[in-house]
């Protein structure tokens, strides 16, 4: 099975210990709600901990394949555009999440967008506050 159908499976399942193998050591999530990227398979692996909490009704709608330059390095590699929805506080969400892959198949850069503005902010507010509960950053307001 594609690492692109594995991750599928895995988020839409729920399965946090499924995305271990999927993820480069040196992986890097860019989110729609923080200026620089989350860095390294323990704090994305904590911070899909997180994600798969706080999503509600997540599901893919759409994929699209090809190749695209990653942010790290500037070269092009294999991608997946993935296509979801999701509610969030009650706040429908409409994304989609970019995957690039190493040579070996894993994902190396992974960037999720969002829409609309306001979904954004929920989004922003409900990962803040389950990284600071699971002791993934300290607590902005301390």
Request: aromatic share 10%.
């Amino acid at each position: 099975m594609a690492t692109t159908d594995r991750f599928q499976k895995a988020v839409e399942n729920g399965e946090l210990g499924a995305l271990d193998e999927l993820f480069t050591d040196d992986i890097r999530l860019y989110s729609p709600v923080k200026f620089t990227p989350f860095e390294g398979k323990a704090m994305v692996l904590g911070l899909f901990g997180v994600l798969l909490r706080t999503f509600e009704e997540f599901r893919y709608v759409g994929r699209y394949a090809g190749t695209a330059e990653t942010s790290a390095d500037g070269r092009a590699c294999p991608s997946t555009v993935l296509v979801f929805r999701a509610l969030v506080n009650g706040r429908e969400i409409h994304g989609i999440d970019l995957l690039h892959f190493d040579p070996e198949g894993r994902i190396k850069e992974f960037t999720v967008m969002v829409r609309p503005q306001s979904a954004v902010h929920a989004l922003g507010e409900a990962v803040l506050a389950g990284l600071v509960a699971d002791g993934l950053v300290p607590d902005p307001g301390a």
